[in-house]
């Protein structure tokens, strides 16, 4: 029992202790109609995904592995901002259980003093421009220790029991995300990105820096000047030369 005080979000919920991934399962369910609202959540997740084909480390009991099937009635390119909505519920849900305040790198990455401690993947479901569906997988690292991190991800990743040095209700964290999601999204429907994106860039870390955008194609190195309506990352090169970035890997270059 999460004690949930939503009206739709998380009202149907699919809870399972081991999975390949939670987005599958919720792809799934989509596919067959479940209602708007509808979680899937795993105690551990064998396979989990991430963003640019990565895996996501999902160990048993210690964090939330969480997809949230939404059904809003948008155009396709406008989907990339419920992402950015996404970022800013959790962010204000750790905000709201925790003494911690998270950053947001763009687009989706939620860091504590540099390192990541929240993922978020969004899948989409779409006929032509009428999206069917939307997926949205939200990884939170809440009670690992650092030891319970691979090597390779101990200089990165971070959970919120390390930063905090207290362990954390799971249910209390799931509960509060989905509550700032349900009242964000009802936001988003009535009246539009823009207060979602102030939001957003309360909490963005990488605005007015210099990044690194590693693309498909390219690496562009820039100023972030901001984002759009449409939640696309602006870098302005050092010839004035301003670049949309849709899709990247973000880093923040050394001097
Ligand atoms: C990222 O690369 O930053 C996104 C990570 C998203 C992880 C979550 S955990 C729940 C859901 N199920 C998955 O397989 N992935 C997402």
């Not at 090169?237 to 973000?250: C, E, F, L, N, R």
């Amino acid at each position: 029992q999460i004690g949930l005080q939503t009206t739709a979000f998380g009202q149907n919920i699919h809870y399972e202790e081991s999975v390949d991934s939670t987005q599958k399962i919720a792809n799934r369910l989509a596919n067959e109609d479940a209602a708007e609202g509808t979680i899937v959540i795993a105690e551990e997740q064998t396979l989990g995904k991430g963003r640019l084909s990565r895996n996501w480390h999902s160990p048993k009991f210690t964090g939330i592995w969480m997809s949230l099937i939404l059904r809003p009635n948008i155009p396709f390119h406008e989907a990339p901002q419920l992402t950015l909505l996404a970022a800013v519920a959790v962010a204000q849900a750790i905000e709201d259980v925790t003494e911690l305040t998270p950053e947001i790198k763009w687009p989706n990455d939620l860091l504590i003093k540099g390192k990541k401690v929240t993922g978020i993947l969004t899948e989409l479901q779409a006929e032509s421009d009428r999206i069917h569906s939307v997926i949205i997988g939200i990884g939170v690292n809440v009670n690992q220790k650092l030891s319970d991190f691979p090597k390779e991800l101990q200089d990165i990743a971070t959970s919120l029991f390390i930063e905090s040095g207290v362990s954390i209700s799971r249910a209390a964290l799931i509960q509060q995300i989905l509550r700032n999601m349900e009242k964000l999204y009802h936001t988003y429907l009535q009246h539009g990105f823009s207060p979602v994106k102030l939001l957003w860039e309360s909490y963005a870390v990488s605005l007015g820096k210099e990044l690194k955008a590693t693309t498909v194609n390219e690496t562009i190195i820039g100023k972030a000047l901001g984002i759009t309506d449409s939640g696309v990352l602006l870098l302005e090169d050092k010839t004035g030369k301003v670049h949309p970035i849709y899709s990247a890997d973000i880093t923040i270059p050394r001097k």
